[in-house]
């Protein structure tokens, strides 16, 4: 079974401009996760998918949004970018998205704002 | 203060020796994972859990649910563990907990031949 996979793996952009990454989860998962790691902050929660319908979000500014298709691939976008939004994006792909599940992760997208 | 608190931040071993990292955490959880991740970014899950002891190969995980308190430990340790382990919680707070990890900061661990 093919893993997660992230598209594109590495980013350039300048401020101001906007961004879309995408991530396939694994065949059957239907909840998926995003997350940001900087040195600063560590990984930290962006948002979570599932069945199209964002369930659970972290403590980020509206800049950060995401969506869902049917099939269960995620997209998030970053409007306006900020040079502090440099960062590996990392998604997670599980079963279901409940408690107990172990999250499968992608190889994550390298973004650098400029 | 954070959620989940991990020692040592770095650590340096030399090949074969017993290597101990911890993990306290200061919130009701439902489950704690341990994860490692190499250089390049991608992120492996090595455990999760929910109560007791797990073990893989030479990698053991514990978990005192009453101490709020998780070690991961690696017997044998070889130049290939060199990574970073990140412990991770799902917190127990219902429909806030979809999808959700909360992070320790990372053990950045070094096994020299």
């Known amino acids: 079974k093919a893993g997660v996979t992230q598209t594109p793996r590495y980013l350039i952009k300048t401020r101001g401009q906007q961004v879309t990454l995408s991530c396939s989860p694994i065949s059957g998962h239907r909840s998926v996760s995003w997350y940001q790691q900087t040195p600063g902050q560590g990984l930290q929660f962006l948002f979570e998918y599932f069945s199209e319908t964002q369930r659970n979000k972290g403590n980020f500014p509206g800049r950060f949004s995401g969506r869902q298709f049917s099939n269960s691939r995620s997209e998030m976008n970053v409007s306006t970018l900020e040079l502090g939004d440099s960062a590996l994006y990392l998604c997670?792909?599980?079963?279901?998205?409940?408690?107990?599940?172990?999250?499968?992760f992608g190889p994550g997208t390298r973004l650098l704002v400029l | 203060k954070n959620e989940v608190e991990q020692s040592p931040q770095n650590l340096t071993a030399q090949e074969g020796e017993f290597i101990t990292i911890n993990c306290s955490y200061s919130v009701g959880i439902s489950a704690l994972h341990w994860l490692q991740q190499h250089p390049g970014g991608g992120i492996v899950s090595l455990f999760m859990l929910s109560s007791g002891k797990k073990k893989h190969g030479r990698l053991i995980a514990t978990i005192n649910i009453q101490e709020k308190h998780s070690s991961l430990h690696i017997t044998a340790s070889h130049p290939r563990d060199s990574a970073v382990y990140i412990c991770a919680v799902s917190l127990y707070a219902g429909g806030t907990s979809y999808g959700k990890l909360t992070f320790g900061q990372g053990t950045i661990l070094t096994v020299h031949p």
């Open positions: 997670a792909s599980s079963l279901s998205g409940v408690r107990l599940e172990t999250q499968y």
